[in-house]
């Protein structure tokens, strides 16, 4: 990967295709959604940016957590470094949570949003898995750190451990002893900022892009709360159901979920849009 130097702190990222540019934000899963850039409806049309956020991987580790006002300044610092002015955002989880902090607070870098279940946690619904997550912070203090991330991981999936991590090993090889080694980003700094994040009416209206919301057949009943937010908040939004598909839906379907964004991208171009970088 190449490395940028933005914002005060090196990030790791590739470019794929060429086309429009796309920028793809990873949940707290490493690569997490770099299953869609070897899709064929994305990469033989679009120009395709997939970045380590700080703290990941061999991007930088800075001290203290890193909230997602911070992130969303870091991925268009990125973009500036790369010379586009506007671009398609797409995000997982809490991916997506950065993709909608960078539409409130750098809007004019954004054209649209693609948004693949993503996680805000002060609905209702939420309230019961965030009572029920001291146990996953308790094995992560004592030094469990695999334990701690099985926990999570079946939490949020639905998934027995051994199942998700199969898949997570066949899809995403090395993300599961990444997202070890990475433990104290995962769950010192953005497991914590997950779960204090917020996203109001309010704020919604505000986002006056079009907006892509993507959610699985089989997920939990958190993210299907969260498409009813979103379906009756933001002023441009189209639902999008991925049949098969739970929490992890684009490790899971890549496939039709590139064809989906792919189509929602078509519909919705960059006004004026070159096709080159500097």
Known sequence: MDIAKVNGVELEYEVVGSGEPVLLIDPVVPDGIRTLVSEPALADHFELIHYHKRGWVGSTHTEGPAGFSEHATDAAALLAHLGIPRAHIAGHSTGAIIATQLALEVPEVVTTLTLLELSLMSLPVAQAFLQGAGPIFDAYGSGDH???????????????????RRLLDERLPGAVAQAIKD?????????????AWTFSREQAALINRPVLSVLGTETNPLWVEVADFLRASLPYVEDCTIEGAGHLLQIQRPGPIAGAIADFLARNPIAGASTRRI
């Open 183 to 195: 433990a104290e980003t995962f769950f010192g700094a953005e497991l914590p900022a997950m779960a």
């Open 146 to 164: 695999e334990g701690a991330l099985a926990m999570f991981m079946s939490a949020v999936t639905g998934m027995d451990w051994a199942a998700c």
